[in-house]
Nanobody
Framework: QVQLVESGGGLVQAGGSLRLSCAASGRTFTNYAMGWFRQAPGKEREFVAAISWTGGSTYYADSVKGRFTISRSVAKNTVHLQMNSLKPEDTAVYYC????????????????WGQGTQVTVSS
């Protein structure tokens, strides 16, 4: 069974930075893309960023372009999200997931989610 463990969230002032990490385990993820999603209170979960298996391709939601950077570790089963210039509207629980294709990551339906990590940005 796939396990996803997110970490690195916290409370930060607007304009600050945080680095999130996610470790995936439970199966082989060769050639899988990895991505980040977030869910703010009272809103649906939304796509944030994704990265290909090789790390050579990335894709970002317009709301985070230029501020967030996604990366993968050498081990391939860990993904990071460097978040800079944080805004109060970035406040949400952040989740990661894995998907066969970078292109389908934003709209894919997932059977499993981790517990997420809370990011709170104060104004």
């Amino acid at each position: 069974q796939v396990q996803l463990v997110e970490s690195g969230g916290g409370l930060v002032q607007a304009g600050g930075s945080l680095r999130l990490s996610c470790a995936a385990s439970g199966r082989t993820f060769t050639n899988y893309a990895m991505g980040w999603f977030r869910q703010a209170p009272g809103k649906e979960r939304e796509f944030v960023a994704a990265i290909s298996w090789t790390g050579g391709s990335t894709y970002y939601a317009d709301s985070v372009k230029g501020r967030f950077t996604i990366s993968r570790s050498v081990a391939k089963n860990t993904v990071h999200l460097q978040m800079n210039s944080l805004k109060p509207e970035d406040t949400a629980v952040y989740y990661c997931n894995v998907e066969r294709s970078l292109a389908t990551m934003p709209t894919a339906r997932f059977d499993y989610w981790g517990q997420g990590t809370q990011v709170t940005v104060s104004s």
